[in-house]
């Protein structure tokens, strides 16, 4: 955790693979609110990196952001599954998948 805000804002994420969300390519909106960062020991392997993201301003600069591996995906996205027909359908099968 840091002292202060460490991110705030509306962003626009590209999945770089398919993940329990979207397709690989397919595009997202979300936003942050968050007071930590992400620090790893160990390099991320591009195949695990969720998203390309980048605000919503045409000058912010885009960054990679999350991990998704198998059924697991962690980000500090907070996207709403109402944005686009599918999301949440997408997410329901993707976990009963994993299931059996």
């Not at 198998?70 to 997410?91: E, P, V």
Request: charged share 20%.
């Amino acid at each position: 955790m840091t002292g202060k805000l460490a991110a705030l804002g509306y962003r626009h994420a590209a999945a770089l693979h398919p993940n329990l969300l979207t397709e690989g390519g397919g595009e997202l909106r979300g936003h942050e609110f968050r007071y930590s960062t992400w620090v790893c020991d160990e390099p991320i392997a591009g195949d695990d990196i969720a998203w390309q993201v980048r605000g919503t301003r045409a000058e912010a600069p885009a960054d990679s952001g999350g991990f998704a591996s198998g059924n697991l995906l962690a980000s500090y996205l907070h996207i709403h599954f109402a944005q686009r027909a599918g999301i949440a359908g997408r997410f329901v099968e993707k976990l009963g998948a994993c299931r059996t």
